[in-house]
């Protein structure tokens, strides 16, 4: 019985790991995104500003 405690818990490890590989993935996407986001809306509110004390 303990050998097949041992290979569930090697697949169980395997699984959270992948899991946290593509949370870290994704974290780092989304991250990226948010950044252009912020630069784009920060370049649009200037412009707009800037038209408006014109």
Known sequence: MDYYDEIKQELISNEINKKIKD??????ELQKYYNVGKLLLERYLKKLLTSFLK
């Open 23 to 28: 949370y870290g993935k994704n974290k780092y």
